[in-house]
Structures are given as structure tokens and as C-alpha cells.
């Protein structure tokens, strides 16, 4: 009898340690850190700067800024796995500041808006990843927001009734205005639209 309460207590330890690892094998596996097709860790966006140089006051478990399997590495590894990547430079002067980043890379789904990954950052953060293109540090943004397709002509009059445009061109109820045009007065349209007579 005695015998059989050590066999099965014997028993319960082998399936609890072959579930635990399994568990671990698990959990391990879902919070890896991602990798590309080729199996590498991502890259590192940042350029070389003292804001940057600290991994960890901004890459975190808390904020679900690092994977838990890193938890324990020393700062000075992260360099091991994580190149330095090839960044989107900024095409003209910043002049305006970080802040005013969203008035035209706000929304994903706008042309050259921000990748979705990016909505978990504050606006300003984007210099520490996207520094000016020093070709063009004078030349002034475009537009906000404005596709990068080509823009068709008036096919009408622009007068009398025809005069202001959001009279006709709206994005609610029925869109007759492209959603990333909801934010433009009236006066702007024909900085891209021509009149041809």
C-alpha cells in the first residue's frame, strides 16, 4: 500500500514537471521578441544620441516596450542583436517642432501618415528616430494630409453658385469629398485642383 502512495505521488511530480515545461516552452514562445523572415531581432530606428543611448528608460516590460525574455538583459547587449536600421529622414524643415507631426502624419491610413505601430508614441518623440535630411532642412511641408495622387481639374464654373466648394464637396452624409480632405477650407482647394476654362 505504501509502495502504490509513492508511485503515485512519483507520478503527480513527472506529469506536473512535464506540464510545467511544456507551459514554459510555451509562454517563452509567445513572448519572444519578434524577428524578421530571416530570424534576425529588429532593428534599432534610433540614431546614436544621448537621448537614445539608454535603452531601458524607454523600452520597458511594464509598457510592453520589451519582451519579458529580456527582462534581465544588461543595456549594453541590446547592441548585439539590434542593428542600426535605415530611418525615414525627414524631407523638409522642422522648424514647427515635434508637436505639429500629427497635423499630417497623424493617421495611418492618410498618405505618408504614420504606421500604426507608431499611435503608442507621443508627438514628441519623433525626432528621436527621424532626424532631417539635411538636403532638405529649408524646404517647407506640403500640405497636410494631401494624397499624393494626381489631382484631378475643376470640370466646372467657379462662380455663382459654384463659388465655394463645400457647398457641394463634403465628406458626411454622402461623400462626395475624400476623407483625408475633411479638415480643408475652401480657399485651399485650388492649391491643387485647376480650373480649366
Known sequence: MHHRIVSTVVVIIVALFAIASLAFTWTASVVSPPTDRAGHAPDNPHPPARRTDACLEC??????????????????????CHRPAVRVLVPHTITMGDARCPLCHGEPGRDLGIPESHLRFET???????????????????P??????????????????????????????????????????????????????
Open 144 to 197: 497636410a494630409g494631401l494624397s499624393l495622387a494626381y489631382a484631378a481639374d475643376i470640370p466646372h464654373t467657379i462662380s455663382g453658385i459654384f463659388q465655394r466648394c463645400s457647398d457641394c464637396h463634403f465628406v458626411e452624409p454622402k461623400s462626395t469629398l475624400p476623407e483625408n480632405h475633411r479638415d480643408f477650407i475652401d480657399r485651399t482647394c485650388r492649391d491643387c485642383h485647376a480650373f480649366v476654362p
Open 124 to 142: 514628441d518623440q519623433c525626432l528621436l528616430c527621424h532626424q532631417v535630411d539635411t538636403r532638405f532642412h529649408n524646404r517647407e511641408p506640403g
Open 59 to 80: 523600452h520597458t516590460v511594464e509598457q510592453d516596450m520589451l519582451p519579458v525574455t529580456h527582462r534581465f538583459y544588461a543595456e549594453e547587449s541590446c547592441e548585439a
